[in-house]
């Protein structure tokens, strides 16, 4: 007998101009009670670096409740990103990252 299919919830948003995928599974391993695990993925279109992660790629997991608590895998990636983006690193990225270079 197989396995029913897992309640995967992808969505794209778009970020400073940034396209990004999102995936979010509730009940990430189908736990029952409490301890439940939730995933969130974030993949950057064509990798680029976003305030928390440098790769364009980040798995994160947290506890069951929090994306919806949020208002959904769109608001939370979101604000996430909102606030990730107040670090000075991210600031010091985004301005090198719009200086002309010579070389």
């Not at 007998?1 to 995967?8: A, D, F, K």
């Not at 279109?45 to 947290?62: A, D, I, M």
């Not at 929090?66 to 991210?90: R, T």
Request: charged share 25%.
């Amino acid at each position: 007998m197989s396995e029913p299919p897992r309640p995967i919830q992808p969505c794209r948003i778009v970020w400073q101009g940034i396209p990004i995928d999102v995936t979010y599974e509730a009940n990430w391993l189908s736990m029952d009670g409490d301890g439940v695990t939730a995933h969130l993925e974030v993949r950057a279109e064509n990798r680029r670096r976003l305030p928390f992660t440098e790769t364009g790629y980040r798995s994160h997991f947290l506890p069951r409740g929090i994306v919806e608590a949020a208002g959904g895998s769109a608001a939370y990636v979101l604000a996430w990103l909102e606030e990730a983006a107040q670090s000075e690193d991210w600031r010091q990225y985004r301005n090198a990252e719009s200086q002309l270079s010579l070389f």
